[in-house]
DNA sequence: AAGATTTAGTTCATAGAGTCTACAAAAGCG
DNA sequence: CGCTTTTGTAGACTCTATGAACTAAATCTT
């Protein structure tokens, strides 16, 4: 098929063993169940490159260890009938979606299809949030009881600390730093898996996309502040500390208004629903209005103050996309956020300012279909793609 | 040792055979060589956690295949003296550093050490311009025929298509769009790889630089425009059609001055040599200085105007590798260029700019230490990192 | 000086893994 | 009923790493 990868990259400082190649095949073939079931053993060996033996005998380790299972017989135009396979549907991922304004949790199967979903009302205290957390967690497994869990995806409006695995700084939940991974893991036995909601998304985009995941792309997280989630070269885009894709504070306008972090006209400060809510007031708006969302209906409703503030946000989100655009070339650019929800508005704003002048074709840009959904269904991303297989 | 890689990370979606594992490990113990050269079979089998047998085995192959040579007997403390083991000599790469101020043909071996070196005065028709550069490789290769030749690497001052592995884009040269591989490896008989100036940076700081290759960094090139390297997840970020990186294009003043791309205050338009030379026209500088070499030498001599144009440009270059930090959270972020041999002087400017209002500590920023002998270094990362062992 | 100890490197039986060929199973078609 | 086609399995074969045993060659101890 295509040619092996270069034999001199760094990736792997780590010595393969026998038992590297059924690794990697094992893999190859789950993530092809996961992404075309059913499906039988003879396509997976024409799809993968294996042959039918080899796909049978890791078909046969999958069924043992319970992922995947045998389901209906298909049918051919000749020759004997296929058996499909498929994701084992008794097995769940526990999905939660901390987010300022609502925290979910969910149950979702394998593949990413959303089970169950309850609303989790989050105390303000930092200390009480945790337990009501657990309490929703804990709900809905005793409703699921029919289920094995694998573990626990947690989507988190923060950055997590992947060195040490466990700690959060999320500013706009007012939350200190907290070690929640191990809180959780102990009071429901069962492995957490925790990142930023943009990295969930971005995760979500690879795992549940008609992509490949052969390609990279960056989501744009838009919402009080601007996060984003990098996915290059087959991996999450992480850096140091885990603190790539902090776009929201490149400088966008040298005389903008100032910023959190000190610096003048952050594209966080210009481009940001707190820039477009700000755009509002400033233009004569309503002092009601505090929300996004009511924003966004106020302009879906036409009122002039709220079309133009979110006409001048749509722009400067443009630009900021545009420099995300040439700085890394991905073949994607997915924004997620409240802003979405009237894309059919203001998404040709942004696109136009995001096209501005540039020389080449460029990165498709597009709204994320359903944000919400997106940070879920990453649960199983999050659990899986640490290696519990 | 560390924990494996993750196996639904979606890097490979190529099936493995039973002989994956010895090409990792073979990659893996010729990169241990290269990098701790000399060093003996048992020491290998303790550094890359193989055994001492199965290192035995790749030895052999690599010896068989001339990559590497026994060479001397070590001496121990007690026991068995050691033989060592080390890159084959008789193996070399040919280097090719197109410039626009002064194009390179260099031999090194296969640990990146300079061989022999020749400038070769590049004609200004492009026409002529390729031959010449095929004379000076073939004068090289002739006068160093105790080598066998493994490949040549060429860095250019522009855009390669990775797709067509053929095309370049170097506007900086006046050139069109040249397809040079396939001419040069058909003049020459030897597989031709080729990159664009920063990627080379890049890379031969993960080759030869004393970091193990394992974290992100990032290699900013100065010169006329501003373009970048950026190596992350253990493999250069290239992005869709070569064109990540282009950091050059962001926007740093929006009313700076127009770029030729249709924008204002493009970073290139601001702190490139070009921006340096024009602050200093701007500034009531000399006339006749139309280089970047001479504006430094004038700065060095304490001239104001030209001391004035290098700090303005220090400022802003600073400014924009803030920008690249937090979008990238590299651990290293590496300044090639002219300006880079006047650090000394400016580069406190840039790191103070750098590091305004930075929350954490950030990423180090550091000069390359000699561009030239890094572009030229890079050759054996470009050859032998397609593949060719 | 002879044996003990230590370290380097090799040999070989064994087990894990994918490939490939042969074959059994199961369906449609004439 | 036999032929063809397709799915899935079985077994011989090859490639590879492992780990224990072994040889080689040096120093240390007595």
Redesign the interface.
């Known amino acids: 098929?295509?040619?092996?990868?270069?034999?001199?990259?760094?990736?792997?400082?780590?010595?393969?063993?026998?038992k590297?190649?059924r690794?990697?095949?094992?893999?190859?073939v789950?993530?092809l169940i996961r992404t075309r079931q059913p499906i039988s053993r003879a396509d997976l060996a024409r799809v993968?490159?294996?042959q039918r033996s080899t796909v049978s005998l890791i078909v046969e380790d999958l069924i043992r260890d319970k992922w995947i299972l045998e389901g209906s017989i298909g049918r051919l135009p000749r020759g004997r009938r296929p058996t499909f396979l498929e994701l084992n549907h008794h097995r769940a991922v526990v999905a939660v979606d901390i987010h300022p304004s609502q925290t979910t949790v969910a149950v979702t199967d394998l593949g990413g299809r959303i089970v169950a979903q309850n609303l989790v009302l989050l105390p303000v205290e930092p200390a009480k949030a945790i337990p009501a957390i657990i309490a929703g967690v804990r709900k809905l497994i005793t409703a699921n009881e029919d289920k094995t869990f694998v573990g626990i995806g947690i989507s988190l409006p923060g950055r997590t600390d992947l060195g040490l695995q466990k700690l959060i700084f999320a500013p706009n939940l007012n939350w200190p730093v907290l070690s929640i991974k191990p809180r959780i893991e102990r009071a429901t036995g069962l492995r957490v898996e925790m990142d930023n909601a943009a990295n969930a998304c971005a995760l979500s985009e690879?795992w549940f996309g008609d992509s490949?995941?052969?390609?990279?792309l960056v989501v744009v997280n838009v919402s009080e502040g601007i996060g984003s989630g990098i996915f290059?070269?087959?991996?999450l885009?992480?850096?140091?500390?885990?603190?790539?894709?902090?776009?929201g504070?490149?400088?966008?306008?040298?005389?903008g208004p100032l910023c959190g972090?000190?610096?003048r006209g952050c594209w966080e400060t210009v481009a940001s629903n707190r820039a477009a809510l700000r755009y509002f007031q400033e233009g004569g708006g309503s002092a009601s209005v505090q929300t996004m969302e009511a924003l966004i209906k106020l302009a879906q409703a036409g009122e002039e103050h709220a079309v133009k503030a979110l006409e001048t946000m749509s722009v400067y989100l443009g630009?900021g996309l545009r420099?995300?655009a040439?700085?890394?070339?991905?073949?994607e650019i997915i924004v997620v956020g409240d802003i979405t929800s009237a894309w059919y508005r203001f998404g040709p704003l942004v696109e136009a300012e995001f096209k501005?002048?540039s020389?080449?074709k460029g990165?498709r840009l597009r709204p994320s279909l359903d944000g919400n959904t997106a940070r879920l269904r990453s649960a199983v991303?999050l659990v899986?793609?640490?290696?519990s297989?």
């Open positions: 098929m295509t040619p092996p990868a270069s034999r001199f990259a760094f990736t792997q400082r780590q010595s393969a063993s026998n590297t190649p690794q990697i095949n094992r893999n190859l789950f993530n993968s490159g294996l690879v490949d995941g052969n390609h990279d290059a070269n087959g991996r885009l992480r850096g140091e500390n885990g603190m790539a894709g902090e776009f504070h490149i400088q966008i306008d040298a005389n972090c000190g610096n630009r420099m995300i040439s700085a890394l070339a991905p073949r501005v002048n020389l080449s990165p991303a899986m793609n640490e290696g297989i």
